[in-house]
């Protein structure tokens, strides 16, 4: 399984962009993908992670209401639109992949296969 993450770049504060994770070489159609990022001196971060199964999705407290995950089936990919950006927001991003069929998921802090080359996301004016 591989992971293509891209999408980042720099954005001014309250601006928006869009990540994508394309997955390719899955075999089953049952799958987790987790959106992780890691400022700087900090410790990586859960941001959000979608079932493939049901669509179920969940979202850090620090980006409900700004963020949103979603899954293209057609084209194999997961997205994060990220709004209203922050300073704060700034890391590198990365997607995960866990293959396994999960449902109702409720945390995404789940034991992921594989793991995609990080995005650089900078909120800055």
């Known amino acids: 399984v591989q992971l293509q993450a891209s999408g980042g770049g720099l954005v001014r504060p309250g601006g928006s962009l869009r990540l994508s994770c394309a997955v390719s070489?899955?075999?089953?159609?049952?799958?987790?993908i987790g959106w992780f990022r890691q400022a700087p001196g900090k410790e990586r971060e859960g941001v959000s992670c979608i079932s493939s199964s049901d669509n179920s999705k969940v979202y850090a407290d620090s980006v409900k209401g700004r963020f949103i995950i979603y899954k293209d089936n057609a084209k194999d990919t997961v997205y994060l639109q990220m709004n209203a950006l922050k300073p704060e927001d700034t890391a590198v991003y990365y997607c995960?992949?866990?293959?396994?069929?999960?449902?109702?998921?409720?945390?995404?802090?789940?034991?992921?296969?594989?793991w995609g080359q990080g995005t650089l996301v900078t909120v800055s004016s």
């Open positions: 995960a992949a866990e293959i396994y069929q999960r449902i109702q998921i409720g945390t995404c802090n789940l034991p992921y296969d594989y």
């Open positions: 070489g899955a075999t089953s159609d049952d799958y987790i």
